[in-house]
């Protein structure tokens, strides 16, 4: 399974890039996972308590699953970490797309309006740019920035080539890596 993170400002274009990039996966054969991060304080999947799922986890069930026809839903009673959510993906998908989440050492696309809200969000996982400030720059400190909406395969094409296949303990290699100030996005 190979993962990689769609991160960036509000309303900077980070689900449409995601959008047009599971479906070019999904075109070229792939089983494509997705995680996006909420940033809602207060949200709640299950926040009706009247609900059966709710009564269960109110009852003090520390994982609840709702196991429906066509759907399976588990809730934690609390955040779990990125790296034990990308677990729950490794035998059902091929791809996993982290929309928003920036808590896990992963590839990185990043979505912007503007070069300061580039340089807010940099970091030296960083391999591709899109979103709305792809229609105004070619690349940035090397990095090429595609537009997702306007040239789908040649993104896609960039991600198979630079996104790496994802090891659960691959963020401890973190401190490594800024050690020898070795440029991660350069690794594959």
């Known amino acids: 399974m190979r993962a990689f993170a769609i991160c960036g400002i509000t309303n900077s ?18 089983r494509v996972g997705s995680v996006k991060y909420i940033h809602c304080d207060g949200f709640e999947m299950d926040a009706d308590p009247e609900t059966d799922t709710r009564r269960h986890r109110t009852a003090g069930s520390q994982i609840v699953s709702a196991h429906a026809k066509g759907e399976t839903s588990i809730m934690f009673p609390n955040r779990i970490s990125t790296e034990k959510l990308l677990n729950f993906y490794q035998e059902e998908c091929d791809w996993v797309v982290l929309e928003g989440v920036s808590d896990i050492l992963v590839p990185t696309i990043v979505t912007a309006h503007t070069e300061e809200d580039l340089r807010m969000k940099w970091s030296d996982m960083v391999f591709c740019v899109s979103g709305r400030i792809s229609s105004e720059i070619d690349e940035y400190y090397g990095v090429p920035a595609i537009d997702a909406t306007k040239d789908i395969i040649q993104m896609v094409d960039h991600i198979e080539d630079r996104v790496y296949h994802w090891q659960p303990d691959f963020n401890r290699v973190r401190y490594l890596i800024n050690s020898l100030q070795y440029p991660a996005h350069t690794w594959r």
């Open 13 to 30: 274009g980070k689900t449409t890039t995601t959008e047009h990039i599971i479906r070019e996966l999904m075109v070229r054969g792939y």
